[in-house]
């Protein structure tokens, strides 16, 4: 099993940043497996369906990103801490929502967090 405990979220005017962080733990989680994993963020605004918005791949570090957040989105990990984190900055209003972290050892995401809301005003 995997745990997976987002914060960081908050309001912020439009322009603004902020990061988001998920710690993950658990006993299917460890520096032996986490090698395996696949870290994601996913957001889901009011009325819309959840959609992806970036993802890190823990054994090298490669990352993907959604057209939308590109350039103004950054994800990283920190291996000692077993937190990742999606940096967002430039933030818009149409980035409002809540933002899920997500792991996958294959090839869909099977853990989720609790999510983490996230408020841009005009």
């Known amino acids: 099993q995997v745990t997976l405990v987002e914060s960081g979220g908050g309001a912020v005017q439009a322009g603004g940043s902020l990061r988001l962080s998920c710690a993950a733990s658990?006993?299917?989680?460890?520096?032996?497996?986490?090698?395996?994993?696949?870290m994601g963020w996913f957001r889901q605004a009011p009325g819309k369906e959840r959609e992806f918005v970036a993802q890190?791949?823990?054994?090298?570090?490669?990352?993907d990103y959604a057209n939308s957040v590109k350039g103004r989105f950054t994800i990283s990990r920190d291996n000692a801490k077993n937190t990742v984190y999606l940096q967002m900055s430039s933030l818009k209003p149409e980035d409002t929502a809540i933002y899920y972290c997500?792991?996958?050892?294959?090839?869909?995401?099977?853990?989720w967090g609790q999510g983490t809301q996230v408020t841009v005003s005009s």
């Open positions: 890190v791949r823990w054994r090298d570090g490669t990352t």
């Open positions: 658990g006993r299917s989680f460890n520096v032996v497996t986490m090698g395996w994993f696949t």
């Open positions: 997500a792991a996958a050892s294959s090839s869909q995401y099977e853990y």
